[in-house]
């Protein structure tokens, strides 16, 4: 009974664990992509204000995430504060009347979509980081 209580304990933390990284992956590929597609793709090589903002935010989240893939807990922060931004420069394009294709027929609401992956990165992230503390202490 114990061992098979060991057994499931582990693939639970070891598909959390598949979650985070799955889900990280997704996001550092997806900001990667977008900062090369920016700055190395078809685009023009005037940049704005808005872009430039947008871009160290990138780069803060896609940082963030590499850490947290590593298991560094404080690296959640630094995800979320990124992410924040991200969805606050969306709101700065989407009120300020910024010359962008994306606010174009979208409810203010919608950005805050971004949520949703960063919350259960963070979910899986604490609930594995429960299951080894707990075992360590019994």
Known sequence: MIAYHVTQGKVALLLRRCIILLLAGLLIFYHTYTLFDLYLGTG???????????SILRVGITLSLLLVVFGIRRALWGMWV???GLIIT?????????????TQGRHPLS??????IPTIITLAFHSSNH????KTKA
């Not at 023009?44 to 947008?54: F, I, N, P, R």
């Not at 299951?131 to 707990?134: A, E, I, L, M, Q």
């Open 44 to 54: 023009t090589s005037v940049h704005t204000k808005y872009e430039y903002v947008q």
């Open 82 to 84: 990124a992410i924040t």
């Open 90 to 102: 969306h709101y700065w394009a989407h009120f300020g009347n910024l010359p962008v294709d994306f």
């Open 111 to 116: 950005y805050l979509k971004g949520f949703i």
């Open 131 to 134: 299951s080894t503390d707990s």
